[in-house]
């Protein structure tokens, strides 16, 4: 499946952004969907990742109640909405695509599609 990741950009500490990521080639539903980010000089740290029907999602402690990710499957098209931006959630934010069994994986290494990124700056 490819993905293309959209939608991030500079904003100020406190404001919103939502990031889209389109896949296509392959049965979107048939995947759990993850948004990862990585800032510079570190590792890529998982965001959140929702369920192939969409029902069910899982939050890093460090977004949650800020994050919601949701999906459309109509639309082959999974979502990050992000507010309350802090200037630390300044990073490249990855979409990525699990064709595997268990939902909830942290790990970059179980994702089998990536996007390319797109960049999120907060400043503050």
């Known amino acids: 499946v490819q993905l293309q990741a959209s939608g991030g950009g500079l904003v100020q500490a406190g404001d919103s952004l939502r990031l889209s990521c389109a896949a296509s080639?392959?049965?979107?539903?048939?995947?759990?969907m993850g948004w990862f980010r990585q800032a510079p000089g570190k590792a890529r740290d998982f965001v959140a990742c929702?369920?192939?029907?969409?029902?069910?999602?899982y939050y890093a402690d460090s977004v949650k109640g800020r994050f919601t990710i949701s999906r459309d499957n109509a639309k082959n098209t999974v979502y990050l909405q992000m507010n309350s931006l802090k200037p630390e959630d300044t990073a490249v934010y990855y979409c990525?695509?699990?064709?595997?069994?268990?939902?909830?994986?942290?790990?970059?290494?179980?994702?089998?599609?990536w996007g390319q990124g797109t960049q999120v700056t907060v400043s503050s």
């Open positions: 080639g392959r049965t979107f539903s048939n995947y759990v």
């Open positions: 990525a695509a699990d064709g595997g069994l268990v939902f909830g994986e942290r790990r970059p290494s179980y994702y089998d599609y």
């Open positions: 929702i369920s192939r029907k969409g029902d069910t999602t």
